[in-house]
């Protein structure tokens, strides 16, 4: 790249310091590229070419059109104009305000052209006028052959060798050329001329006025207008670009409009300039902005008699989305204050008005919202908006079941939503959409008119393609970030406290969307090569509810928009309804009613939706998705409020039974009002998946289906009784209802242990039998581990046997095991060796209690408990000393010798987690040793 810049460095160079008399100074392009190089580089090129170092150190040095104004010798082609780089003006550039709007023409002058190598070969036109300095080049031929370069003396003549002298100043290059061939020709038979053109010479003319950089200049005699205002930097900011005159010898010769040139292209006043030619450039006088649905807004320059027609034409005319029946005018009065004028440009007389200094003309878009159409939007294979015509019905829209509608379409309901009035009110219609399709001539084949509405739902709350939604708005979030354009609400409105609109009466919408994104989100943004802005996604709290932002913004458009209505097939029956019921709570006005409806119970989809015109109880029940297979078709209820007289205050509630057997096949028919709630009841005991699990030793295990008031013995009667190896002594039946009430009565136990912890531990009293802190909490830690089973202690010989003081009334969930035929008696707890000893009948508490090594030195031999095998508690009596009176022992029991509490500590808090200790591990030790 070094060796690039040096080469190109001293091409620069080569091409500079060969022109004839060239200045000892590189231009600012050379600086640029001279600046890249190494210092030794810099020197050594500095002293080839003999110029001074220091013009790189300084920084103030502005360049004009080739140096300053006294180099007059470099002459720039008038073709390529000159690139400037100012650094003032380059920073003011960069400043500007982007709201600004930009006077048009300005940019002709910013292009960056190459202003080195000025090129002599230009073609030159026939019209070109020959004069003093101007070099011919003759080529003779024929007779003769010869080779000739002359150049114009001051007097016009030039001379020929061989031939007399002919006067060609001020004629053009053509007539020249066929005045010096027959001269040649008449002079010397047998001799033929070419002539072209050599060096051209140079005029001096002077730039003023509004210029850029004005002054003199010297530039080739080619030159026009246009070419000496590119030399000349262009026009300066408050320069006109329509008031350009060109002035020789005190007289106008040419008055040149640059929008001529820009708009239509005409360059006849581009007049080619002679030498001692002035250019002057006049302030502007008038401008006017155009702005708004234009091809080109900008501020434009006027003349006086411009017309509001002719600015736009200047803008480019209007796009195709202008609406020119209204059009803003915002001028100064007469009293220099701001007014604005109404104007419709289809009307030639509004066109016809004057434009003025400081006025703005904007012109503003059309709707968006489309004449003569039906918008059809949910469960169909190609929702969009569609040309109406007079006479449409649902059947031109969906005329096929196969290829028109998804296979989770819901047939029985369906919706035309359809405005009122000029003011947007809205009123819906019902109808069955597979009547509608297979049999044209039905009434459900509603006729459509212009901008309605037809909504088609999937079956109960079930979707199609859901993961297409979830790229869709996946997508505008990853947007969202890359372009650091998060929303424009604050950051405490993003807030889960806070969330979007719809969040509230729409919990549960698009929630699979919201996890299947948010684990997207955080999978994509930790993968290499992710953008940091991405990295820079929020926690889940906070991108849950950007996740909401964007599905609100979804749903407002929903109707409407093309992109949005394409994500309508993805979307639940809740969810396609949600902007419809939001439009008809707002168009609820004073005292007038809402057209909502409310259906709970056993229907599909429970919720609010529509009330249709002439709506009934099998509509709504419909819209509701359908009954549920559980559902009470004797009777149903409708609650209904009813307002109230004058001289009475609330409302008045009233309910409304129905038959629904009678409304669903058409006996009568109960209409919905405004509000109505119907409630759809359950058939009693209808839950027939109200089942017991029986495992074990009985004849068939397994689960099975209960009834109401059905009871145990009656579920094992089923069962086929129990097997000839069934230990009924050690069954096990556990029950949901009082494993839950065990565990809240542990809850409540936890927090009473926290509190002593922290009561004892402010006490100042016995510090010496003060419990530590992180011992109570570590002891609350492993209480907290045991969960508690829900055994019920049975008797179940006596329930097989159908003893009704012993049976009980089996309830869901409930389970009953019943283990092999114990022959082992554990012992657990405080024992040298806590083991499983073969049971012999005979053996006391005592004897068993020696087969575990007896008790350890921190045991409380005075507490030791037995845990029946059936779940039930015994305390031996104790005797003298340590001895354990004898007690009849059975196979399975559990022999428990707990922690003697005085041995650590003399506080109460011990005692109670030992006991709750003993109760639930060694409980569950004991069943384990059952089950085993």
Sequence with gaps: MLDFVKKLVLCLMLAAFTLPAAAATPSPAMLAQLKK???????????????????????????????????????????????????????????????????????????????????????????????????????????????????????????????????????????????????????????????????????????????????SYTISALSSVTQALFVAGGVSDIGSLREISVKRAGVEVAQFDLYSLLLRGDSRADVPLQSGDVIFIAPVKAMAEVSGEVQRPALYEVKSGDTVGQLVEMAGGSKAGAFPRSVVLERFNDMNVRTLLNLDLTKAADQQVLVRNGDVLRIGQTSNRVENMVTMAGAVVRPGQYAWYEGMRVSNLLNSLWSDLHLTVDLDYALVV????????????????????????????????????????????????????????????KKQYKEKELFAKPESELDENAPPPFALDVANISSQAFAALSEKIETQVTKPGVAPEVKKIPQKEAHRAYLKFILSDLFKKLYVDADALKMSAHLTRTELLYPLLQRLKQQAKFNAATQLLTVNGEVKVPGEYPLVQNGTVVQAILAAGGLNDGAYLERAEITRAMSQKENQSGMRIEHISVNLADQLQGVTQQTMQSRDRLTVFAVPDWNVERTIRISGQVRFPGTYTIQQGEKLSSVMARAGGLTADAYASGAIFTRAQIREQETMQLNKLMQQLRSDIAAKNLSAEEETAQTKPEDAIMMIAEIEKTKPIGRLVIDLEAVANAEPQFDLLVEEGDELFVPYIQTTVSVVGEVQHASSHRFKAGMTVDDYLQLAGGFRKRADDERVYVIRADGSVFVPNRGAWFAVADQTLLPGDTIVVPLDTDYTTRLSLWTKVTAIISQSVVALAAVNNLTN
């Design 418 to 477: 359809r405005e009122t009035s000029d003011l947007g009110e809205l009123k819906v219609l019902q109808f069955n959409l597979g009547k509608a399709i297979t049999d044209p001539g039905s009434a459900d084949n509603l006729t459509l008119s212009a901008r309605d509405l037809v909504l088609v739902f999937h079956y109960g709350e079930e979707t199609y393609a859901r993961p297409e939604l979830d790229t869709y708005v996946f997508t505008k979030l």
């Design 37 to 215: 190089l190494p210092r030794a580089e810099q020197q050594k090129i500095a002293k080839q070419y003999g110029f001074d170092l220091s013009v790189l150190d300084n920084k103030d040095s502005k360049s004009k059109t080739f140096q300053e104004a006294e180099d007059k010798n470099s002459i720039p082609d008038p073709l390529e104009p000159v690139e400037r780089f100012d650094e003032e003006d380059k920073d003011q550039q960069d400043e500007k305000d982007p709201n600004k709007p930009e006077r048009y023409g300005l940019k002709l002058f910013d292009s960056t052209i190459s202003t080195f190598a000025p090129v002599d070969n230009v073609p030159v036109p026939d019209s070109y006028i020959l004069g003093p300095d101007d070099e011919l080049l003759i080529q003779l031929y024929g007779k003769q052959s010869s080779e000739e370069t002359v150049t114009i003396n001051r007097d016009g003549s030039v001379h020929i060798p061989g031939f007399t002298p002919l006067n060609v100043a001020g004629l053009t290059f053509k007539k020249a050329k066929a005045l010096i061939s027959d001269r040649l020709s008449q002079q010397n038979i047998g001799v033929e001329a070419a002539i072209s053109m050599g060096k051209l010479r140079t005029i001096n003319v002077f730039v003023s006025g509004e210029a850029k950089y004005p002054g």
